[in-house]
């Protein structure tokens, strides 16, 4: 049995997962945490998370824990940098790794691993997902941030034909700005107000709109065009076999999934693009899958 976690700016999710064969996710728990108050609250929260889950299970049976949690981080070391781009920054110089040992009282011969959010969605998805029978697939996430993994045989790759630097998409340039801004939720709260001089919060609220239907429907066409148009080299050159969508803004399915799949037919891009069935769940499942020295030692 290891832990699988996924740790976000407003949450932690730990889990339970199985993998001597089933692959299956026995308990989960979730706490909400506010990334910006008290380094004692944040630390505190996510580690009594962690010991309400290890009440499941007897210490001595697990044998990893994996965990997902958004860039910029210190993967290798489990340290939060100094240069966190307002992520976490009550914790910056961290170290979440140590802490979590030491609180647990862990044995040396149990790995505590760390791995970019958007990449344990997309191995996750390519282990057991909508991913698992397709060679070459992509991953992507979208929500308050664009996320995205390049995976071969289910190993995340960071470079190679068709690859990005370092596998990732947002920091590229698009439009007037870069992918980041354009699609994630930031870009449909600021396309709303030009529209409409009114304010949304986010996705969620735009899709609850009954009034500006119109507005609501050229928003999500403009996003799911402007994600093809981005998206079309990247899925030609890597030659990838399939795509995978997750994120908060992917509960939009709806109202921009066939028109972005009907974009990328008209440029001659046919694989399947499929929505995910459960981010958070696919997000801890790959999380948990770094326990594996096998497969960890291939990133």
């Known amino acids: 049995m290891v832990l699988g976690v996924d740790i976000g700016g407003s949450h932690i999710s730990v889990a339970i997962v199985d993998q001597s064969g089933s692959y299956q996710i026995q308990h989960i728990y979730t706490m909400e945490v506010d ?38 981080f210190d993967y290798k070391n489990g ?21 979590i040992v030491e609180k647990l ?5 149990v790995p505590v691993r760390f791995y970019n959010d958007a990449a344990c969605f997309g191995i996750g998805e390519a282990w057991v997902g909508k991913m698992s029978s397709y060679k070459k697939a992509v991953a992507i996430t979208l929500g308050t941030g664009f996320g995205a993994t390049f995976l071969h045989e289910g190993i995340p790759v960071t470079s190679g034909k068709g690859v990005p630097l370092y596998g ?5 340039p698009f439009g007037d700005d870069i992918a980041d801004t354009h699609f994630s939720t930031q870009w449909f709260v600021r396309r ?5 001089n009114n304010e949304i919060n986010g996705v969620k609220e735009l899709v609850k709109l009954k009034d500006n239907k119109e507005i609501k429907i050229q928003i999500f066409e403009e996003f799911a065009n402007n994600l093809a148009l981005f998206l079309e080299p990247w899925l030609k050159n ?39 069935e459960d981010q958070e769940h696919i997000t801890m499942t790959g999380a948990a899958r770094l326990a594996d020295d096998n497969f960890y030692n291939k990133l």
Do not use: Q
């Open 168 to 172: 990732e998409l947002y920091h590229l």
């Open 192 to 196: 709303y107000r030009e529209l409409t």
């Open 105 to 109: 009282k862990l044995e040396p011969s």
């Open 35 to 72: 990334h910006k108050e008290s380094p004692e609250v944040i630390i505190g929260r996510w580690i009594c998370t962690l010991e309400l889950t290890l009440s499941y299970l007897d210490v001595e049976k697990l044998n990893g824990i994996g965990i997902a949690i958004p860039g910029p």
């Open 79 to 99: 340290v939060f940098p100094d240069d966190g781009e307002n992520k976490f920054e009550m914790v910056y110089n961290f170290n979440l790794r140590d802490c």
């Open 238 to 276: 890597f030659e990838a076999d399939a795509m995978v969508i997750g994120g908060n803004i992917s509960n939009a399915w709806p109202f921009f999934g066939d028109p972005l799949i009907k974009t990328l037919k008209n440029l001659e891009i046919e694989i399947p693009i499929l929505k995910s």
